[in-house]
């Protein structure tokens, strides 16, 4: 665990038996690294050395998942614009919470708890809360996100995790999932396919897709580590790019643009009315091999 006088304002270090969790609350409230006795687990950077979330390990998909397409939406009668947050791309990205600053509300040497307060501005129009817990054993790191609706009307909401893996020679993944969104040239989903789950070197993959069915638990694994994802969502945005040295298994609620469905709602966006909330959990269990 780094020395506590040279961590930046934000950082937190949880400590289980042979895991360390470290955390970035002022960046997003990112995950900088979690390690097995030292091994990178997820990509790993040391918290004083991390530059911005979208270098991080995780972070939070906040109040929506993937991309929100070109920028705006209708939603109860109204139409609503938003920003440009992810370098050219021609949709809005991942929702706001993982650029933004969020507060430490609370730590202990292994769980840790901390709170992001939306007002409404030019990237999302709505006002909201929402706290991530984090919890480490010597065997499992568990996050819980929760979104309470602050404002005085219904408002859309999704959530999830971004985490990244690192690729090694061995990395494998076997997922049981029922069907994947086929997306057009900007990354929307436009038809949904059958999937008969997913099974293979992750080197092999090609993937950039979400994952409709998803049950049980993904299995990810290598030459150094057994991993057991598992969360009360029921989708996997999955991303597995030849040229990067990492892969990503990201639980979601919802599908990639599903405001922009005829069913938001069949394709799992929550309409949450005012002081009401949504949990979403993550559990990451590792052995070492």
């Not at 920003?83 to 292994?110: C, I, K, Y």
């Not at 568990?142 to 602050?150: H, S, V, Y």
């Not at 993904?218 to 040229?243: F, G, H, M, Q, W």
Request: contains cysteine; hydrophobic residues 40%; neutral net charge.
């Amino acid at each position: 665990m780094g020395d506590s006088a040279t961590q930046p304002q934000g950082a937190v270090e949880l400590c289980a038996g042979p895991l360390r969790l470290a955390l970035r609350a002022d960046l997003g409230g990112a995950i900088a690294g979690l390690w097995h006795c030292g091994t990178p687990i997820l990509r790993s950077t040391e918290p004083a050395l991390l530059a911005g979330s979208r270098q991080s390990a995780c972070y939070p998909l906040v109040p929506y998942s993937n991309r929100l397409g070109h920028k705006r939406f209708r939603w109860q009668g109204r139409d609503y614009t938003t920003q440009t947050n992810f370098d050219d791309n021609p949709h809005s990205v991942h929702g706001v919470g993982w650029l933004r600053p969020w507060d430490v509300v609370s730590h202990s040497a292994v769980s840790a708890l901390l709170r992001y307060r939306h007002m409404p501005d030019a990237h999302w129009p709505f006002a909201f809360e929402v706290q991530q817990k984090f919890s480490l054993t010597p065997h499992a790191m568990n996050a819980l996100m929760t979104i309470t609706n602050t404002a005085d009307f219904a408002q859309p909401v999704g959530l999830g995790w971004h985490p990244y893996f690192p690729k090694r020679e061995g990395s494998h993944l076997h997922i049981k999932v029922a069907d994947r969104w086929e997306s057009d040239a900007s990354g929307l989903p436009v038809r949904k396919a059958p999937q008969l789950g997913i099974d293979g070197a992750v080197a092999k993959m090609g993937l950039d897709h979400c994952f409709d069915g998803w049950v049980g638990a993904a299995s990810i694994r290598d030459e150094k580590v057994s991993l057991r994802l598992t969360s009360n969502l029921l989708r996997l945005v999955i991303y597995t790019p030849a040229d990067k040295a990492y892969f990503c298994v990201e639980p979601v609620s919802h599908v990639s643009n599903a405001i922009h469905m005829s069913d938001p709602f069949a394709h799992g966006l929550h309409a949450l009315q005012p002081g009401e909330s949504f949990e979403a959990s993550m559990t990451l269990e590792v052995t070492a091999l």
